[in-house]
């Protein structure tokens, strides 16, 4: 198997080890621009951004010989996302991928049969999703399940005799009858009975789906569930609602039959659902085991007495500090995904009397971005993503004895077509404390060193996201690859409080959310103007969720920056704290709630500093966003219009939630981005005499 090319890096780059190119042609590499193609190649635009094909749910079948995947592209026209299911041959290459379903609509969340002979995926195409199967080779999808209501996830007995999904048990007839009557009002923290989910177990036929069984008890809400190995069993994570702030309440329980009681098996702190079980490890659930705050998620194992009753979980991912992604449990092994600081890769822990017999090793070579693992039943061969600065994902494939990935697809060959600008990892002290921190910096097309550029801050959400040293081409609203080609930098900061650098750095945040967080993404700023990069009077920031609050927070605390764009960003957290869907979240990053501390609240919202705008500003929201309410944003543009200091521009998409869906909405969102930075960065600065 072949390897692959290692990225350019940048002095003061993670420092990870680069290995020998290929030889040329070698169809491992990542394709980029060369030779002649490189010279004919243009920068990207809008259009381009939208056209590109994305990877997703990357699936090998139990005996490692074919992977199935998703891929999704936007349909312009009918204004909505298509999905398709392809598949390949591990022993193939990208001629030899094949798209399985065709239909207008959604196919994804492929499954393969225990027996690999043939593959399951969800389908809207009768109108409710259901499941559907089809062979890898080809032939009539045939629909496999036929239930009252929308199927959500689904999973084959490992002795492929049965099928669990989840599923919303249909309204009662009481239910309809009322509602004809009094409507379907919202009564806030209840749910009418069809958005319960539950667990429902159908016999297979002929590969065919009998009458589904209701499992699961009334009054639990089913988020996942996993099958026993004997098949005779379902453990599942519920909660008592399905109200969102629920969440950290939830339990592991598991269930012995349709007539069966649940018996709760966990009652860790945060609530937690399982992942795996496996006959020699058993039960595996992941959890933080804390209630609230910013710790790893882990994967702990669920021991059981002599007795059968169960006794306190162990952690199986405790020496590994990130959040730690289920792959593949097969007694002596477990297999996890996890960031590392702007990367991602795969890791081995050894496993020995129910718990971990040697620190997590890695899989990979560190080389590129890796993710969306997917294990064959014995472990030995993984498919995964792989993708860089310069190339967006394909899926590749490697045994794990020996990393050496071999490439599967090419999604989207148009890609040796365009000019990129470099991508490049940065790092900074912070001007708070001296803490190091760490950025994604996107040079401009055709950029030579020792040129001063203007420069765009994209920073991401959460706040315990993540930039990531991957292909960027876009980061939501903001066209990062357009960007470069108008001749920006686009620096992404992973301020204190992102995931990818350990439970310390994420938990550095809490309690000083607009505080110190905000100093090290300013403090990346002048970090890139001292090394000759970024021109001090040509800088915008912008920032989607978390990143439209430091948008907000950045532009009453200096007016350094010539254009602003706050997507879906909080500015007033008294307010906002009574109108998200998550409260809690401030429990976390606060403390206090708002009537226990009104000057905390008051003082870290950007509302109060409001009359200390005077950079240009653009406000993007979706209309229907539960996370950080459009009334966030009608509130600070309403704030900085009355003041008029500063010109500001207010856009609400239609039916949109916190992240806007609509392709044709998308297209709007990054070309009013564009348009702005044009307008108040690049066009005044023509303007200046």
């Known amino acids: 198997m072949r390897a692959l090319i290692p990225p350019r890096l940048r002095p003061l ?35 381009d951004v939208l056209a590109l094909k994305s990877l997703s749910q990357v699936t090998i079948s139990p005996d490692g010989s074919w992977v199935a995947y998703v891929v999704t592209q936007r349909d312009m026209e009918e204004d909505r996302q298509e999905t398709d299911v392809w598949v390949v041959p591990t022993a193939g290459g990208p001629g ?10 959604s196919d994804d969340a492929p499954a393969w049969h225990p027996s690999g002979a043939w593959l399951a995926f969800g389908s809207d195409r009768s109108g409710e ?12 999808a045939w629909q496999v399940t036929a239930h009252d209501t929308s199927v959500g996830a689904f999973r084959f ?3 492929g005799r049965r099928l669990g999904f989840l599923a919303s048990p249909p309204p009662t007839e009481a239910d309809r009858q009322l509602e004809e009557v009094r409507g379907r009002p919202i009564v806030w923290d209840s749910a009418y009975t069809d958005q319960w989910s539950h667990v429902y177990v159908a016999e297979l036929e002929d590969d065919v789906a009998g009458e589904a069984v209701k499992w699961s008890a009334d009054g639990l809400h089913v988020p996942a569930f996993v099958w026993s190995p004997d098949s005779r069993a379902v453990a599942f994570g519920a909660r008592s609602s399905p109200v969102l702030r629920t969440t950290y309440y939830g339990a592991t329980y598991v269930q012995d039959g349709a007539e069966a009681e649940p018996r709760q098996v966990t009652s860790m702190p945060g609530g937690e659902n399982p992942v795996a079980w496996d006959e020699e490890t058993g039960l595996v659930v992941s959890g933080t085991g804390q209630l609230l705050g910013t710790y790893n998620r882990q994967l702990w194992r669920v021991p059981f007495g002599s007795d059968g009753a169960p006794l306190n979980p162990v952690s199986l991912t405790g020496d590994l500090d990130a959040n730690a992604n289920f792959v593949h449990l097969d007694g002596s092994r477990l297999i996890v995904s996890a960031a590392r600081r702007t990367g991602a890769t795969a890791y081995r822990i050894d496993l020995e009397d129910g718990g971990p017999a040697s620190p997590p090793v890695d899989l990979t070579d560190g080389g590129r971005y890796y993710s969306g693992f997917s294990a064959s039943d014995d472990g030995g061969v993984l498919a995964f993503t792989a993708e860089d600065g310069a190339a967006p994902p394909d899926v590749f494939v490697t045994t794990t004895s020996a990393f050496r990935p071999d490439r599967l697809t090419d999604l989207n060959p148009q890609m040796a077509g365009f000019a990129l600008g470099e991508q490049l990892v940065e790092r900074w002290s912070s001007r708070a404390g001296g803490e190091e921190i760490e950025g994604v910096l996107t040079l401009p097309v055709g950029y030579e060193e020792g040129d001063r550029v203007p420069m765009v801050l994209v920073i991401h959400g959460g706040p315990a996201g993540i930039s990531s040293d991957r292909f960027n081409a876009t980061r939501g609203a903001y066209p990062v690859q357009v960007y470069a080609g108008m001749g920006f930098a686009v620096l992404q900061p992973n301020y204190r409080g992102s995931s990818g650098y350990g439970e310390r750095f994420r938990g550095l945040n809490r309690g000083d959310i607009s505080g110190r967080d905000w100093i090290d993404i300013d403090s990346g700023v002048d970090a890139m103007i001292e090394r000759g990069i970024a021109d001090p009077d040509r800088l915008a920031v912008s920032g989607w969720s978390f990143g439209g609050h430091h948008t907000y927070w950045g532009i009453t605390q200096t007016g350094r920056f010539k254009a602003a764009s706050a997507g879906a960003g909080a500015n007033d957290l008294i307010s906002m704290y009574s109108q998200t869907d998550i409260p809690e979240f401030y429990h976390t990053y606060l403390g206090p709630k708002p009537w226990e501390d009104w000057e905390l609240y008051e003082e870290r919202s950007a509302y109060r500093h409001v009359e200390n705008v005077t950079t240009p500003l653009l406000i993007q929201v979706g209309e229907r966003d539960e996370r950080v309410p459009a009334e966030q944003s009608i509130q600070f543009f309403e704030a900085v219009r009355a003041i008029g200091k500063a010109p500001t521009e207010l856009v609400l998409y239609p039916n949109q939630p916190h992240g806007v869906r609509s392709p044709r909405l998308q297209r709007d969102l990054m070309s009013r981005n564009v348009t702005w930075l044009e307008r108040w960065v690049l066009q005044a600065e023509a303007l200046v005499p």
């Open 13 to 47: 780059a993670i420092g990870l080890p680069l290995l020998s190119l290929g030889p040329p042609g070698d169809p491992g590499r990542l394709p980029g621009p060369s030779g002649l193609a490189a010279q004919d190649a243009r920068p990207m635009t809008v259009e």
């Open 96 to 105: 030899d991928a094949r798209q399985l379903t065709f239909r207008p609509g």
């Open 157 to 159: 007995s490992p002795d």
């Open 129 to 140: 999703r259901q499941v559907y199967g089809i062979r890898p080779d080809g032939g009539e």
